[in-house]
């Protein structure tokens, strides 16, 4: 069993820019591919970006292509995503992810443990 903490959201205007960070238990954080969703008011949950178990690959939604950062510490069983130049449409409640059994992360069922999602809020 795997459990993940969010932290970091907040309420920030157009063009600034915001660090989540997911902290992670257990000691096997590293054999786990890692990722970031989001779900916009009366959206979908999305997918947003993911980190190889090495931190060596990295794969985004295009959508936050060329703006966010997504990134892992295994020695701090932590997984990070920098976001600049935040838009309205990325208001979101941001869920980290882990998946146990897979190369690659697009959707949820490609997700084997979920934390409970911090809340972003641009405000324009």
């Known amino acids: 069993q795997v459990q993940l903490v969010e932290s970091g959201g907040g309420l920030v205007q157009a063009g600034g820019s915001l660090r989540l960070s997911c902290a992670t238990s257990?000691?096997?954080?590293?054999?786990?591919?890692m990722g970031w969703f989001r779900q916009g008011p009366g959206k979908e949950r999305e997918f947003v970006a993911h980190?190889?178990?090495?931190?060596?690959?990295?794969y985004y939604a295009d959508s936050v292509k060329g703006r966010f950062t997504i990134s892992r510490d295994n020695t701090k069983n932590t997984v990070y995503l920098q976001m600049n130049s935040l838009k309205p449409e990325d208001t979101a409640v941001y869920y980290c992810?882990?998946?146990?059994?897979?190369?690659?992360?697009?959707?949820?069922?490609?997700?084997?443990?979920w934390g409970k999602g911090t809340l972003v809020t641009v405000s324009s």
């Open positions: 257990g000691s096997t954080f590293r054999s786990y591919l």
């Open positions: 980190v190889s178990r090495s931190g060596s690959s990295t």
């Open positions: 992810a882990a998946g146990a059994r897979v190369l690659g992360m697009r959707t949820s069922s490609d997700v084997d443990y």
